[in-house]
């Protein structure tokens, strides 16, 4: 079973935001947790482009880190602000998880 592409990419800045949190990686090896998560038709060209938003809004820093088998890597690492982003974010997909589980239980009925 594939996940939907568009609610994927609404939480994707999240799972990044976590597994970052977790420990420093690069791209590649980002992908490559993702899929053994479960998201495994996720293409390397949606996660890239993801890390350099959450780059360039200051919520991870990179460093090159040299590579025996080839060019160096980019590790991306969480800055205090991609912290309290991933705890802001977290919060507001536990509420709208509840939400939507809410309503789809039957429970939103008078």
């Known amino acids: ?3 939907d592409a568009q609610m994927l990419k609404g939480v994707l800045s999240l799972l990044l ?8 990686d690069y791209g590649y090896a980002l992908v490559v947790r993702l899929r053994v998560a479960g998201f495994t038709e996720l293409a390397e060209g949606t996660v890239y482009p993801a890390l350099t938003r959450l780059e360039s ?3 991870l820093d990179s460093h090159l880190v040299r590579s025996t088998s ?4 980019k590790y991306y690492t969480l800055t205090a602000a991609g912290e309290a982003e991933a705890a802001r974010a ?3 997909w536990t509420l709208l998880t ?4 809410h309503v789809l239980d039957g429970r939103n009925a008078p």
Do not use: E, F
């Open 98 to 101: 509840a939400t939507v589980d």
């Open 17 to 24: 935001l976590r597994l970052v949190g977790d420990h420093d």
């Open 70 to 73: 080839g060019p160096a890597r």
């Open 90 to 92: 977290l919060d507001s």
């Open 1 to 3: 079973m594939s996940h």
């Open 57 to 59: 809004a200051g919520l």
